[in-house]
């Protein structure tokens, strides 16, 4: 009935050069925090005594172990850490900010796009999704509903075969965490992996995924910084998994282009040298 | 077995207020084009006398009639014929550029923006996959490959329920067009209708729709100024559909806001007051 | 700056025939019910003394007015009320069905895929998530999770500009439901419209559209047998909206078919003889 | 600036226990093969004198090496080679059939779609489109136009970030293959990798991906027995990618379930026992 595996790998093992490739390398992520409520207010630092960013690598790196490597940027930082040579060596970028988005400067959104267009990783946490960066990648204005009331937030998968929801409880349960709510001003989602509940009633499509030019972004909602959210070991699975998945898989970094193909030249083109003849 | 409809309709239309709605007003529709290369080049003013944008605007006025109302703008108009007071009297808006994206102002981008994103319908024309408006509205780069050798282009509906795609043939034939090809660099259409393939052998994703905040986006991509596309009738319609479809359902213009809603109470949000307790 | 709509269209309204299509034809609409739980349990007659099915169709009515005709059909009629000549004279059909789904005909189910395939919309309420015609178009389980408990449900849009949200609160409040919750074993709908919650904290997509064929679904949750669910004027509202939504464009009804197509030759297609030379 | 990963490292090394995943095991592989025009037909016993299924198992071990095992399974095997046991112990199957769809018994297509909807994945090549598994999957007539005249292939990709992308030329170039052209009526794909055209100008969507309850299926069209398809280095490589990706994260195979919850209680849910109370 079915060819036992052995003889079938035995004939065609032999003539066949097979391409088993090596372990990929490390992950390179860069954890970037807007880092000031963790300085202004006390309940927060307590929480979080060294900074959000912290505890959100911490959580990468726990999850993915040596498959992963982490550093942590923040907005004090000079060029709030996101230089040219830390953009072009990060596979992945995670981004918490949330106060201080309007002191993001425009250069270094730019230089964030770029990279992402270009095959660079953006997982965009909670209240990043006012941020310059993301607003920019989506087009709208990503506003929502929000309440600071001590909710219960419950995160439901709605797509089980999906990679960010691997081993992730169905639900996942969230203490408390501020609410986010419809109607969130985003583009439809590529892929909606989950949709989160409130005691209140609202709720939120807080998993979704977007492909933009060669990279993937993936924005998850929970996670205010009055809350320990961050400390809550599924949404720390689910960040991991969302920045394995966010990782390209296209070997090199590029920029989409425009350009010119002769007939019958498919691979070939040419630079734009302007609209007229 | 099934009832007459006479006796049903005899049994509830007397108690029932019926709430038969009066047909729609027209809808009003403000064609832009740049008007540059009808001024510059020869063969191009020979095609399109009165400019491409006054073909465009008849195109839309045969098809719908006494259903829209029709005005035109242009780059040379003040403050390129788009004005608050035309666009908050214009439910869809067309827009054909290519010479000269770099001219439009960045006022009018954003104002642009800001009325799609309340509700304003647009039908982005080809080139104007290049604008400041559309990339803004994608986030991605948008850009393309291209070629003008007079490719005959086949226009092949993949979503044959689409209203877009009504009274289209399949395909729609286009004896000469400039090439656009894949990668076309645009965020993943909410529903894609139309597939394009050109005498080359390219295919682009040729008739695109997106949602943007209280705005539907229409995107096809026929129609270079080299060849006399927008006298075709089926690429008449396409538009004409488009401008019906981009017409938003809802009663008026607001564009998405963020505010907080208290427990228990869904419908009265109050506006935003920073980020800090 | 902009041309006078007058103006314009005095040019172009004397060479040009306008086409102001005549407005369409009332949207033939067939309510099926299975019309046991009214005959059998008591407190459900209290609810629906007539049968769900002509609550339903008395609110799609209400809504439509003169721009439809309902007639209904039940499980008991011959042929379940739905013979061939019925399906050919309805432009969509809306489904409610719950304790005797398996005596719903396999000869009945075959024939309603057909004729939505070739083009008939089909609504499908609540438990009609599990019918035999749903799952056969999905492909899937169909299966939920559940709980009669009295739960209020809201529903939220996430999808404000679909024609299917026009004029429905955000959120529609049902003071009591039956609870359906995730994971909802369905595709990933062409569009989401609605998302549930209940008062437990579950969620479900609650309102979804698929296209299938030639055809148009739309898939509404709310709506047990134990609840007033559509006595409820939003309820009543978005049942009509997913009518009109789901009445197809194209003119004639036709299933799609694998034909053979020369090369050069677009149009003429030729059946299907057989798998070998 | 950005702390440097070492001292990272060694700050968070210590304490935490990282979860560093063992290699994932082998994906056992079984490549379905209808084997009958091979059997029946010169001319495709010259191209596959193995059979079809021989060639695409080879395919598939080539690209994977040691991160599969590959065994095949015909037709002709009793029961078709897809005993309950073969499926249990299969995380892909890929499917090939064209001649003889209806000699696939009932009984094995309705074990393969109760293990796809379990969790295996399935991989659906070239006129497997009409199969009795993929049909049922789908919902739809799964019908297109063709014709088998040595007409070239581009394969387009308009996913670059989709793993089934990965390594695959822009176009991919089948000198010559059977055409298989729009309106193909499939549900619409969850993701569109690639989009092909041919030298008669028909395109196709030729790589989708569908989710369906927890399996994951990709369906791919090139691939007719006249022509050396299966031998093309980079269509192999698109086959291995599929199965790569069909391959489910989820831990065991389950089938998604109708289940009763009690308030309160998200994780222990009661079978169905009936729907009257």
Redesign the interface.
Known sequence: ?????GD??ER??TP??????P?PAPIRV?VWGENR?EK??EHVAEIYPQGMHTTI??AI???????C?????TLD???H?L?EE?LASTDVLTWWG???HAEVSDEVVERVHRHV?S?MGLVVLH?GH?SKIFV??????C?????N?H??E?V????????I??GV???L?VEEDE?Y?????I??P???VF???F?????I?SGCT???????IFYFSPGDQDYPVYHNKDIRRVIANGVQWAR???PERS??????????D??N?VDYSG???
Request: proline fraction near 8%.
């Open positions: 009935m079915t060819r036992p595996q079938f790998g065609q093992n066949v050069t097979t391409s088993s490739a372990p860069t409520h202004i207010e690598a911490e790196k726990e999850n993915l172990g040596d498959a490597t982490v550093r942590t940027a930082d000079p060029e850490g230089t830390v949330h106060a201080a267009l095959g209240s006012w920019k990648l989506m087009g709208t204005s506003t929502l509903r929000w309440r009331e909710d219960r419950l439901w998968t709605v797509n089980p075969t999906h990679p929801a691997k409880p169905h639900p349960v609410m709510g419809e109607f969130f001003d583009p439809v590529d892929e909606l949709v989160s509940s005691t209140g009633g609202e709720v499509r977007f492909r933009r030019g060669h990279g993937r390209t898989d296209r920029h989409p282009v425009l350009l010119r193909y002769d007939t019958d498919f691979f083109g609209p007229l003849r």
